[in-house]
């Protein structure tokens, strides 16, 4: 991607860490512990978005890289999911989750642009414009 060095230099990227940290602050009180699993899941689901979107950037590739974001798209629905038992089990609710809940649209909806950006055909930057090839 053009002008990003690092990974933890994208938005989508810091979005998903914070979607992490959420995650784990929510998961961290007492009625969680009823289910281990569960919070162990929806914990690894967190990571996983925020993993995905650093390893594929890190392959320096377009077509890895949304590969990547896919996997990492796929594990921002899982936290939304893992939510709706959290709730469904009354372990929380929904206006404790409300943070956590928009935050994984949040990053789901940006993960689903940077896709729709990298699959877009870039003009060769080193060519004259002027010159049609």
């Given at each position: 991607?053009?002008?990003?060095?690092?990974?933890?230099?994208?938005?989508?990227?810091q979005r998903?860490?914070e979607?992490?940290?959420?995650v784990?602050?929510?998961t961290?009180g007492?009625e969680w512990?009823?289910?281990?699993?569960?919070?162990e899941?929806?914990?690894?689901?967190?990571?996983?978005?925020?993993?995905?979107?650093?390893?594929?950037f890190?392959?320096?590739?377009?077509?890895e890289f949304?590969?990547?974001l896919?996997?990492?798209?796929?594990s921002?629905?899982?936290?939304?999911?893992?939510?709706?038992?959290?709730?469904?089990?009354?372990?929380?609710t929904?206006?404790?989750?409300a943070?956590?809940?928009?935050l994984?649209?949040?990053v789901?909806?940006?993960?689903?642009?940077?896709?729709?950006?990298?699959a877009?055909?870039?003009?060769?930057?080193?060519?004259d414009?002027?010159i049609?090839?």
């Open positions: 991607m053009s002008g990003v060095q690092e990974f933890e230099n994208l938005e989508v990227w998903a860490r979607l992490t940290a959420v784990y602050e929510l961290s007492p512990y009823r289910d281990r699993g569960l919070r899941q929806i914990r690894r689901a967190a990571v996983s978005a925020m993993s995905n979107i650093a390893e594929g890190e392959r320096r590739g377009d077509v949304a590969r990547f896919s996997i990492a798209k796929g921002a629905g899982e936290v939304r999911s893992q939510f709706y038992v959290a709730l469904d089990q009354g372990y929380t929904k206006q404790s989750l943070r956590g809940f928009g994984a649209k949040e789901s909806r940006m993960i689903a642009g940077l896709a729709r950006y990298l877009t055909p870039k003009q060769d930057t080193n060519a414009p002027g049609s090839t």
